[in-house]
Structures are given as C-alpha cells and as structure tokens.
C-alpha cells in the first residue's frame, strides 16, 4: 500500500468520524429538545412573570398603538439579561386584528398582530410549563388562551380574519432570532394578559357600534366545573374538524396525572364523563387535543 494510497484512506476516514459525530450531536440535541414539552431559554423568567422584579410591574394598562410600540427606541439584549428598567415594567394595551397564530415549540401561542400597515409578535405562555406554572398570572394565561381557541380551533393558521381585538400585555425585548412578525425594535407584548374583542369600553375616544361577534368555532364545556366524583366534559365544533381526541389532566405544578381518549360524535361533537378516581382534591389544569394538536386548555377543581 503506497503512502499517497494510505494518506487517502486516512482522510476519508477523518472525514466520515467527522460526519458521524456531528450526526450523532445533532440528534442527540434534538432527542434532549423532544424531551422538553416546554420551557424556553431566552430570559425565560422575564417572558412568564415569574422573575423577581415581576412584582414591581405597573400592571394598569396604559393605551397605545402598535406603531407607537414598534417605535421605540429599544435597547440591545442578551439571552440572560434582566428585567429591564422602565420599559420592561410597563403594561400596554392596543387595539389590533389578529394577523396569524402559531403553537411554537415552547407550547406558547405566538400571535402575530397587526394595525394594517405595522406588524409585532404577542404571545401566550404555556400554563404548564414548570415556570409559567409557577406564575401568579397563570389563570390569566389560561383565559387568554381560550380566548384564541374559540375562535381559531385549528392552529397554526396563518390568515386570521376576525373583527379587532383587545391585547394587554407587558412589554417585553426578545433577542432577535428570526421570528416570524417580529418589530424592528424586537419589543413583544409577553405575555398577554388578557385578550378579547374590541369594544366601547376599551376606548373612551373609540366608539364602535353595532359590533358583530363572531361565532364560536369550539365551545367546550365542564359541569359542573367544581365537582366531588364526576363531571361531564361537552365539546363541540362548528366544523367536522375532530379527529383522534385526547384528555390530558394535569396538576398545577405542570405534571400529567391522566390521560384518556375521548370518543368522537360526528367529528364535531365529544360528550364524555370525567370520574375522579383517586385523584386528590385540588386546582388542576386540562389539555384537549386533536390529532395529536394542542385544542384547548382550561381549569377545573376536585373537591
């Protein structure tokens, strides 16, 4: 065997170790992110409330617009940073359509906002994830989510076409990664606190009358929601959407306790009587999905 002849054999072999390992390193990090049913990295604390400085929020909305938002000058952020002074302790509140809605990979709903002309990300937390769960607004996230899956019960949908809505939400900077509908000053309202159709109310210079709400899409309902042995859970869509459904049950610290099928009327209609077992009495949070998609989240207490 010729040395030219060895050094060639040397460096394919380099060349597949190479390949390999990185292969390897590659699914091995997408093996520890499948792992992960939420939870994400950037100035996580900050993004939920659960952070030390979330008690010093000035939680009273104050009205704005999204071109004003998008036009402040923001600062540069790390992944680590904390809660930054003034702008991050504020509370806004705009009026907006609703342009497309995502379930991202951290299980936040990610709700690209628009006035027509301007565009800036808003977004839900997970209430299970093992942080949010901790928050003292995760009711708040769990109505606001609802809110989202009533009237957009398949999601990712990317054209939305609703009247406007009402978003408020604390400012927060995310450090710029390529999101979809991001600012040009990377400023978010994250988390929402609460969402719903723009009304009278929510302006006092804004009158809209004759408003028109639209119909539900997915109505779902526990009664009675406060129960000792059973209750029965009624779903039900406007649309034959319904495929293979699940029930997930979970403490309030995030954990699963449960998990059944549900049985399908129609692929639009689930009606389904929740027993207690031995579960221990307590708030617990409640996940609906189809086809394996995230549907629905809300609350319910076992006396």
Partial sequence: MTTRFKFYISFILLVLSYTITNAQTYNDEEKEMDKTPCGGTERWSVKVLTDAASTQVNYTPVLTTINNLINIATPSTSTTAARFTGLEYTTYKIKCKLSQVRDESDNDFHLVVTDGTHFMITEIPDPLCAVASTSAHVNEYVAARQFVSTYVPIIPNLQ???PDVSITGVAF???PHGQSGEAPNHLELHPILDIHFW???????????????????????IFPNKFANSAQLNVKTKDPILGNCSFELYSSDGNKVNEMNLPITNK?????????????????????RNNNK????????IE
Avoid: C
């Fill in 268 to 288: 639009n209609e689930i009606k389904y009587t929740i027993h207690r077992g031995n579960l221990t009495s307590g708030l617990y949070i409640y996940r609906i």
């Fill in 160 to 162: 939305v076409t609703l």
């Fill in 173 to 175: 900077l995310d450090p």
């Fill in 199 to 221: 009304t009278s109310a929510d302006s006092t210079t804004d009158a809209v009358d004759n408003i028109s709400m639209p119909e539900p899409l997915l109505t779902v309902n």
């Fill in 294 to 301: 995230l549907m629905y989240d809300g609350k319910l207490i």
